[in-house]
């Protein structure tokens, strides 16, 4: 019953996020590796987003590490637990509960150790700037773990990158590289056990700046990225980006910060104006009575694209109710249908 929930579940989620972006870019399939514990590690850009966009559209049917705090009410424990989610301690969650913390990492070692995949985000926090931050320590603990309990298993990294155009703006496109898998028998193979650390952080955040636009230089930040603006850069395409970003000279940074220009976007506003009116009642709602201003921009994306696909059933469902009165059922359901797929070509064109 769990197992056919999920699979529901994922078509839904996955049906919706298609619906709610305007382009979703999956470029790596092929490097996920069959049949092998897989510990997925993705850099983290926009809040809940991230986790379900892999959880639905990628060929993975990973477990989750999220905070504990969500698992406070009785309702969130049972739904985070079915839907594959264990909690993860910090320490603002008490210093006696970081003890808790070792059940957790044996019970994902030995999920790992019977094949499954686990997401965890080795940044250990998100952020909407164009860079891959430094990264935690926390994916190593599970990785020792595993190797303690079976030391010659065939452990693989899979990296992850993100990559969103404008995520606090609607309606978004974006792209997930994934990257090639990192076996950690191959990378520890000649180091000394005081260095695994060091040398897994490295390769793995290697591998994330390849797959994700990156601009390693904080002093210089922002005029590197009003370059990028400027430019009119895909961020969807991080090699090209990246490419660009080291060929850029320090005089040209003086030059661009001084001589940036604004550009207008290229979406087309009378596609979005149509968009609105079609759907007024959700759009009037999210601006005036949800007042998204008030939301951190990394959860923006999230709380929408929720408020979105509830608003959007509960509007239809009070639509046909109405409507039920007057006309029959085909036809309604005919006008449902229509409305949702010109909603559909709009988004796709704004």
């Not at 994934?178 to 060091?198: C, F």
């Not at 550009?263 to 709602?285: A, G, R």
């Not at 939301?295 to 929720?306: I, N, Q, Y």
Request: aromatic share 12%.
């Amino acid at each position: 019953m769990k197992k056919v929930f999920n699979e529901f579940l994922r078509f839904i989620i996955g049906f919706g996020l298609r619906s709610y972006y305007k382009e979703i870019k999956i470029v790596g399939l092929e490097n996920i590796p069959k049949n092998k514990p897989l510990l997925i590690l993705p850099n983290h850009q926009n809040g809940l987003i991230d986790p379900i966009l892999i959880g639905t559209l990628c060929p993975l049917k990973p477990y989750y590490l999220a905070r504990s705090d969500v698992f406070k009410n009785p309702l969130a424990n049972w739904f985070l637990r079915t839907i594959q989610m264990l909690p993860i301690y910090r320490i603002r969650d008490g210093r006696n509960s970081l003890d808790k913390n070792e059940v957790i990492f044996n019970h994902c070692a030995q999920l790992l150790l019977h094949n499954e995949n686990l997401i965890m985000f080795p940044e250990g926090s998100h952020g909407i700037d164009r860079r891959v931050r430094i990264l935690k320590n926390g994916f190593y603990h599970i990785v020792r773990k595993v190797l303690e309990q079976d030391p010659e298993t065939d452990l693989q990294l899979l990296p992850i990158g993100f990559n969103y155009q404008h995520l606090e703006q609607f309606p978004d496109r974006v792209s997930i590289h994934i990257g090639e898998p990192l076996s950690v028998q191959e990378l520890i193979a000649t180091v000394d056990e005081s260095d695994r650390l060091k040398v897994l952080k490295n390769a793995l955040r290697a591998s994330l700046i390849k797959l994700t636009t990156h601009i390693e230089d904080q002093k210089n930040y922002a005029q590197l990225f009003e370059f990028l603006q400027y430019s009119k850069v895909d961020y969807l395409e991080p090699e090209k980006n990246n490419e660009l970003i080291a060929s850029y000279t320090a005089s040209k940074i003086v030059y661009t910060h001084t001589h940036h220009a604004e550009h207008p976007e290229s979406k087309s506003k009378f596609y979005s104006n149509l968009l609105y009116v079609l759907n007024f009642p959700i759009v009037l709602l999210w601006k005036y009575l949800f007042k998204p201003q008030r939301l951190d921009l990394e959860f923006v994306s999230t709380f929408r694209f929720v408020f979105a696909a509830i608003g959007y059933v509960l509007v239809m469902s009070c639509l046909f109710l109405i409507s039920f009165q007057f006309f029959p059922v085909y036809l309604i359901l005919i006008g449902m249908v229509i409305h949702y797929l010109l909603s559909r070509l709009l988004i796709k064109n704004s």
